[in-house]
């Protein structure tokens, strides 16, 4: 079974590169399970793409708006977010990412360096964005506003360059890892429980 299992493992994987790599003629920066069955691939030009990995087929394509190179993808049950070389963070309404002409809810634009980082909570009611090439440069974006979090992080919290982010299962905190080796867990005391 173990051996089965691990065979049944690396043809998965071989057949999901060959997939996209050879369909797809642009780099791919980064990529999202949106589903068991689709993925959602994105990189230079900003093109997103999606994928039926039940058929090994492209099911939709659209271009980010206003992006050279896409460099993050996150999505909750019902955003996409896409981050750019440029900064600049687009929300999408997760239905409308299969029209072609689809336009963004919201671009997030607080950040100014590549973002690295797009990560929603469990509940869909946050979005944390960073990029690591600039001290603080983390937000967080509140969904029922499409807004900033004004309070948090401040010129004071010792974010320091950001590497990595991720909430909790229940997101009563969210952790940040930094380029020196920290890992700071900050509490959200909106969310009574881990």
Request: hydrophobic letters at 35%.
């Amino acid at each position: 079974s173990g051996i089965n299992a691990e065979y049944g493992k690396q043809w998965y994987q071989r057949r999901v590169r060959e997939a996209v790599v050879s369909t797809q003629s642009t780099q791919i920066n980064c990529s999202s399970f949106l589903t068991d069955n689709i993925i959602l691939t994105a990189g230079h030009g900003g093109f997103c793409s999606l994928w039926d990995m039940r058929t090994w087929k492209l099911i939709s394509e659209f271009q980010d708006d206003g992006a050279l190179h896409v460099t993050s993808v996150g999505h909750s049950s019902r955003h996409i977010a896409v981050g750019s070389d440029s900064g600049v963070v687009n929300l999408y309404n997760k239905d409308d990412i299969y029209k072609s002409s689809c336009k963004p809810l919201r671009a997030v634009m607080n950040l100014t360096t590549q973002i690295d980082s797009t990560v929603f909570n469990s509940t869909g009611e946050l979005l944390a964005i960073s990029s690591k090439e600039l001290k603080h440069s983390m937000r967080l974006i509140n969904l029922h506003s499409l807004k900033c979090v004004p309070n948090w992080p401040t010129a004071n919290t010792p974010l320091a360059h950001v590497s990595s982010l991720h909430f909790s299962p229940n997101s009563g905190y969210i952790g940040v890892g930094t380029t020196k080796g920290k890992a700071l867990l900050y509490r959200l005391t909106h969310y009574p429980s881990y």
